[in-house]
């Protein structure tokens, strides 16, 4: 059955998808850590297409006063996707899908933070996608959470932000323009990946609980994948200047 | 399965990397215990001394302690107290009553005004990160004359070295005074060739401190100090 949009076939016949991958197989990773000078801590990731930078500042005083939490520091993420980012020019500044990536990534980071370390503080992270392919948003939380480590904060554990979908009926991992635009759903989610917690799930569209199950064995497999890169490109950073 | 090990030498770890088995050792700063199991929380290197297990931040924040010796610049000034800018996500306050001159109401800015800089101490943390400094104390005074220059925070105990021999070697190779703030400015004065000499070598000891060749380094720099003075 054909299970999109119109005519547009998500399959091929030998059951691999439209770039060639299985339907387990995320787009190809990397990641950089400090590549901005100014910032305390910085990442650059790359998944497929997609290329999403991370700048962290602070902790610092909170600014207006009436954000300061008094036990505990404040997460201010502005997730921003550049106008050149899409083969349609998007119109610069805020609009309302960022203002609420803006705030679930802020939430997911906040449950892994240790926020209580720095009362009335502020820890600002700003997401700026550069390029985009579907799936920003984690690669954007991926980006936060290797820009936040690299910038000394406190954490529990490294955040993974990684997606699974559904197209034609199957399940599938890490979903590329085509298939987010045409697919039936999607499922990105943030993974603690050494204590398997889940710290932010959204979906779109709709799975059945064995389809649901599916996809979040996915999800965990390519965190683990993607927690690999994000622990490698920290220690590619500072490994030069071990004793 | 123990992704980072404990012992004589150092590893990198990375927020939420398992250390070991927390029996018999204590958390020290950098790690937390989870279900008899040391966890990362910071990015550094591991550290194990006397059974406390701790890392070394590669970057790390300014947190003041009471006690601590700091060189703040004054960010703003009230009627009777300074704000000072300490390096750290809060500013600290000086009251008129701290200062070390008799201070009337409403004159404060006749004795420091913005801009200036000065060598304090941290009289009082509250739970809160309020901060409050002191100006009375041997050597707490506004420093009129020589240079700041500033180091990342965590590097601070590089440039000290064992019982300040590294900063005593630092001292005698330029001939100019240097006191070094826990916030990571550190106070320079001296000749301006002694100075440009002093910040060189600082930023090496922060950049360099921790590795193999760091002494080679040092010894090829205040050798070459040395043929300069002697010209």
């Excluded at chain 2, 010796?69 to 300074?82: M, Q, S, T």
Aim: contains cysteine; aromatic residues 4%.
């Amino acid at each position: 059955m054909m299970g999109g949009y119109g005519d547009v076939q998500l399959l091929n016949e030998d059951g691999s998808r439209l770039d060639g991958r299985k339907v387990d197989e995320m787009r190809p990773v990397s990641i950089e850590a400090g590549i901005l000078p100014a910032a305390d801590g910085s990442a650059m990731v790359t998944q497929g297409l997609n290329v999403a930078v991370a700048a962290v500042y602070g902790p610092m005083e909170a600014h207006p006063r009436k954000i300061q939490r008094q036990d505990r520091a404040v997460i201010d993420v502005r997730y921003n996707m550049a106008p050149f980012s899409t083969s349609d020019r998007i119109r610069p500044g805020f609009n309302r899908r960022s203002r609420e990536i803006s705030k679930v990534t802020a939430e997911a980071l906040e449950s892994v933070v240790l926020v209580e370390r720095y009362p009335r503080s502020k820890i600002r992270v700003e997401i700026e996608i550069l390029a985009a392919e579907a799936g920003t948003r984690c690669a954007g939380i991926t980006a936060a959470a290797v820009a936040l480590a690299d910038a000394g904060i406190p954490m529990r554990d490294l955040i993974v932000g990684v997606a699974s979908g559904k197209i034609e009926d199957t399940v599938v991992l890490d979903l590329d323009k085509a298939e987010d635009n045409y697919g039936q759903a999607d499922l990105p989610v943030g993974i603690l990946p050494n204590t398997g917690e889940i710290a932010f799930l959204q979906m779109d569209g709709d799975l059945s609980p064995d389809e649901y199950n599916l996809a979040m064995e996915y999800n965990f497999k390519a965190a683990k994948e993607i927690h690999e890169i994000m622990v490698d490109a920290l220690q590619r950073r500072y490994q030069g200047g071990e004793a | 399965m123990s992704q980072g090990q404990t012992g004589a030498e150092q590893r990198l770890v990375t927020p939420g990397m398992t250390i070991g088995s927390s029996t018999g050792k204590r958390a020290g700063s950098g790690i937390i215990a989870e279900n008899e199991t040391f966890v990362a929380t910071q990015l550094g290197w591991l550290r194990e001394i006397n059974n406390t297990v701790s890392i070394d931040p590669i970057h790390a924040a300014y947190m003041p302690r009471s006690g601590d010796l700091i060189v703040g610049n004054v960010a703003e000034v009230r009627n009777n107290l300074w704000f000072m800018d300490i390096n750290g996500a809060f500013q600290g306050l000086l009251p008129m009553s701290l200062a070390p001159w008799k201070v009337e109401f409403g004159a404060a800015r006749q004795h420091m005004d913005v801009g200036n800089v000065v060598l304090a101490r941290v009289q009082e943390v509250d739970e809160c990160h309020n901060v409050v400094l002191t100006m009375k104390g041997v050597g707490l005074r506004r420093l009129n004359q020589g240079t700041v220059e500033s180091i990342p925070v965590q590097h601070i105990d590089r440039v000290r070295g064992e019982n300040n021999a590294t900063l005593q070697r630092l001292r005698d190779a330029c001939d100019c005074r240097i006191m070094v703030g826990e916030n990571g400015r550190i106070w320079i004065d001296g000749e301006p060739e002694g100075i440009t000499w002093a910040r060189k070598a600082l930023q090496m000891v922060a950049s360099d401190g921790h590795t193999k060749a760091f002494e080679a380094i040092l010894a090829d720099m205040e050798q070459e100090q040395k043929l300069k003075g002697d010209a």
